[in-house]
């Protein structure tokens, strides 16, 4: 008699597994189908986008920002490392759905592309070597060197400063290195990127002058063909505002400070 309700209480069982495992199969069939949002990034630049200890593991503000946008529209956030000046470009030949690089919203990039509701102020500074006493501010980089990264607002504005050279990099890592061979004699970049790098490569011999050059505010772009992406977008960064998610992302790459 028990071994009858042994062999009862195994095959309730088993029917019980193989519904959850049915379950299970339909949840799975769920994010198969699940949309999926291709995001364009160019993971050189942190605090905002980067590559930490595992390369395939995007880190930075943007891409949890992104990857909670993703999440609050039910999309699957795929991450695309592409060169800076070859996201636009991307973005509107279909390859990605959205930008989310540090990208400043302007003139020029609004003629090509969609951009999102503002999400991160930022400007540019300047980095130079600490035992330089010739500059210091945007008025003496008349006649110097200056590196910056390849198509970004760093580049359009050294291009009006009367320098003697503009080297124009792929990265911003890669003008960081010039400044540091004595390649040039400033850098110019986006401000938190510059303080970043100050602060992580514990580097002694260079130093960010306070002067700010511009005020620049950051939004995601989207093809213009896809005014509803743009739309559901911003909702989703309202409502991460709103509900304070934002604010929390804010802070574990920013700390209080606004
Ligand atoms: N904010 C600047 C721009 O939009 C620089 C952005 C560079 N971003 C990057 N991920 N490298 O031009």
Redesign the pocket.
Known sequence: MSKKILVLCMAALMAVMAMVAGCGNDNKKAAEGEKVLKVG?????AP??FQGADPSAYEGFDMDLIRAIGEEMGYKVEINNVA?DGLIPSLEAGNIDVII????INEERKQKVLFSDPYYK?GLSIMVAKSDDSIKGFQDLKGKKIAV?I????ATEAKKLGSAEVKELN??ADTFIELNAKGVDAVIN?RPVNDRYIVESKNDNVKVLPELLTS?D?GMAINKKNADLQTKINEALKKLKDNGKYDQIYAKWFGDKK
């Open positions: 990034t160019n993971a050189d630049f905002f986008e800076f690089s540090g990208m400043t930022s990264q198509g970004t607002t760093s990265s911003s986006d620049e950051y």
